[in-house]
Each structure stands twice: as C-alpha cells, then as structure tokens.
C-alpha cells in the first residue's frame, strides 16, 4: 500500500493534507512530538473530520499512524513512504529537517530507487524550497547528489480554513467544507502522483500570491480589527459594517495589484474576493481573532499578508490606504499571551513607532511610506474604536 508521511498531527495535519492524503489511498503516517496525540492516533487508528459549513457532514479518516517525529522510527518510515507533507509551521521546517535527511540518507544506503516527493503545506511563499534547503545542510556531498536524482521538492499554496475547535475525541477535528492544495507540477520527481484533491500548478507563484493576498490578507486584518473592537471571532468581526468596509475594500486592493501582476480576470477575481468573504462569514467555525492574528511580526514581515501586498499596490501606482489600515491594526495588536505581540509593542515603546515600523517591515526608515504607516496606524483606531 502506498505511504504517506505527515510531519505535524495538529488540526491541518489531521484537518486537510493527511484527510486528503488518507482518502486518496495513502496510509498515512503523522509524525509528531505531541506524545499524546500520537499515542491517541495508534490507538484509535482513526479519527473524525468534521465538516462545518451551510451543508455540515462527517468524514471518518482511517488507515493511519503516528510515530515520534524525534525518535529513530520515523527514519525508517521516510525508507517505506512514498510522500512527505509538513503542516507544521515555517519556523519548525529546520527542525525537522534533519531526520528528512536521515531518511533520505537511510534510503540511499538500502538502495532503494523509487522516487520520494517532499511538498511543505505551510503558509508561506516557497516553503518546500526553505525546507530543501534545510534538509541538504545535513547531507554529504554523495547523499546531495543522489537526493538530486531521487528526491522531488515540490512546492505548494495550501487554503483552509481549520479553528482549533475542542471536540469529544481530542483527534477529532473541525474544518470549512472549502479548501484548496496546488503543487508545482514540474517539481516531482518520477512524474507527479495522482492525488483527489490535489491540483498540479504550472504558474504556482500566481496560486500562492492570489492566497495570501486575498485570504490571508483578509483573515489578518479582519482578525486585528475585530480585536481593536473587542469582538472575539471572525464571524463576528466580519459582520461589523466598519470592520465588512475596511476589509472587503483593502482585498479589492490587494486583488488589483494581482491582476496588474499575473494578468488575471478583473470581474472573475472580485468574485473569488466575495467568495473568500462569504467563507469568513462561516457561523460555524468560531474561529477566534487571536489565533488568525498571532505572531504578529511574521506577519508584518516584508514577504508576508500585510506589507507585501500593500508594497506591490503601490509599486502598480494604485490606491493602497485600505491596506494601510491593516498594517496599521496589526500594530495595535496587543496580546500579552502572544510572544511576538509583546515583543512588537515593546519594541514600539522603546524606538517610536516609525523606527519600529521599519525594523519589523524591513522597510527603509527614509521611505515616505512608513510616514504613511504611523498616519494609517492613528487612523484606524478613531475609525474603529
């Protein structure tokens, strides 16, 4: 039977990627330091998605098992599989790395020629590429040259909405009916497996910017407003008219700067941006503004949701002030629980905020936009509060 190694049991490992993994045929193996929740997985051996949306369903996820991402068994797994999909965030992919390499090393010594794809389901621009790039610090010379000729790095845009949503059974787990995976067709190596859900992308760089630009930037700023206004979820956020205005309009920016980029469809755009808003709206899944708005520094980060499509924007010469206001919210995000949003509004107290702009942002502090920025930044709180 075909296998499948999962690197992350957490709601989008069980939620998504190892769901489609295991319906396509796959058994699937999650790899994870959660102790509790593998040892949960070996003994049930299966698990419940629960599909929450306007038409709610159940989908029971068999032909699975979980091994310690740390120990020595998942060498042996990455020997036997056929696949390996990450869905454990970007700052853990070096963490995991060097157990892929021993993997591929292992499969190396033990001669085995059947092709093995890596694809990093993470919410980032290019992160199989990140974690390629990882996995090859720990391989000699020789393992790099047959990885080279062995081993595919395919990159991917992954879309789905999971909320960490507690149930009976701990591995059960709450997701939206909707979800897009497009993986970079050329990237495979052996030819690219057929996978029910799996859509392969020829101009994957368009498929990942059109999500982070539309849901992700949506999320965010709808999550930070609806923190600056106390409400506790998306759905609640999302129903506030100010909050409907600000959001909606900063995607139709976004959504500009895309079609000025790849050349997409104006008309057919605006109506994904109303289609990602009508997910957001979903009164089902209560997905809480703090867990769409933590580490707030990524997400302010040059590359990330925020900054970067509010830059493309203006390097089109279109408008840009929506987005500006949600730059700005993210900088009113205060969170005593979240590492990050400590570390932000620390930094903001000791520098000023347009120096601390421009260190988060890695925007010049000479650029006339970070004036822009602390203008947008004292706007959206007499807007919002």
């Not at 021993?102 to 001669?111: E, T």
């Not at 610090?137 to 040259?145: F, I, N, R, V, W």
């Not at 109506?271 to 709206?281: N, P, S, T």
């Not at 009164?283 to 580490?295: A, F, I, N, S, W």
Request: hydrophobic share 40%.
């Amino acid at each position: 039977m075909k296998r499948a190694i999962q690197f992350g049991a957490g709601n989008i490992g069980r939620g998504f990627i190892g769901a489609v993994l295991s319906e396509a045929g796959y058994h699937v193996v999650f790899a994870d330091v959660n102790m509790e929740v593998i040892d949960r997985i070996n003994k049930d051996g299966a698990y419940t998605v629960h599909i929450m949306d306007v038409e709610s369903r159940d989908v029971r996820i068999s032909n699975i098992s979980g091994v310690d991402s740390g120990g020595g068994e998942i060498v042996d797994e990455i020997v036997r599989a056929e696949i390996i999909t990450t869905a454990v965030g970007l700052r853990i992919l070096p963490f995991i790395a060097p157990a892929i390499a021993k993997g591929i090393a292992a499969r190396r010594a033990a001669g085995v020629g059947e092709p093995l794809n890596v694809i990093a389901c993470e919410n980032g621009i290019r992160a199989t590429s990140q974690l390629r790039e990882e996995v090859y610090k720990h391989l000699s010379t020789e393992e790099a040259a047959w990885c080279d000729a062995h081993v595919g790095f395919a990159d991917c845009s992954v879309d789905r909405i999971v909320p960490p949503v507690r149930s009976e059974n701990p591995i059960d787990v709450v997701v939206e009916n909707f979800y897009e995976w497009n993986v970079e067709e050329k990237s495979f190596v052996g030819g690219a497996p057929h996978i029910e859900g799996m859509n392969l992308a020829d101009n994957l760089l368009a498929y990942i910017e059109r999500k982070l630009f539309t849901l992700n930037t949506g999320h965010a700023i709808t999550a930070y407003l609806g923190r600056m206004k106390g409400l506790a979820t998306i759905d609640e956020s999302i129903a506030d008219p100010a909050i409907f205005a600000i959001v909606k309009e900063a995607m139709q920016q976004s959504g500009q700067a895309l079609v000025e980029k790849f050349g997409f469809d104006r008309d057919a755009h605006f109506k994904y941006i109303d289609k990602i808003i009508g997910r957001f709206k979903n009164p089902y899944l209560k997905d809480d503004v703090t867990r769409v708005g933590r580490e707030p520094l990524r997400k302010l980060s040059s590359t990330d949701r925020l900054v970067k499509p509010m830059m493309t924007a203006r390097e089109y010469g279109l408008p840009c002030d929506k987005l500006l206001l949600g730059i700005g919210a993210a900088l009113h995000y205060n969170n005593p629980e979240d590492p990050q949003s400590v570390k932000m509004q620390e930094l903001i107290a000791a520098k000023g905020l347009r120096q601390a702009v421009s260190e988060i942002t890695s925007i010049p502090a000479t650029d006339p936009v970070i004036e822009e920025i602390a203008a947008a930044t004292a706007e959206v709180e007499k807007r919002i509060r």
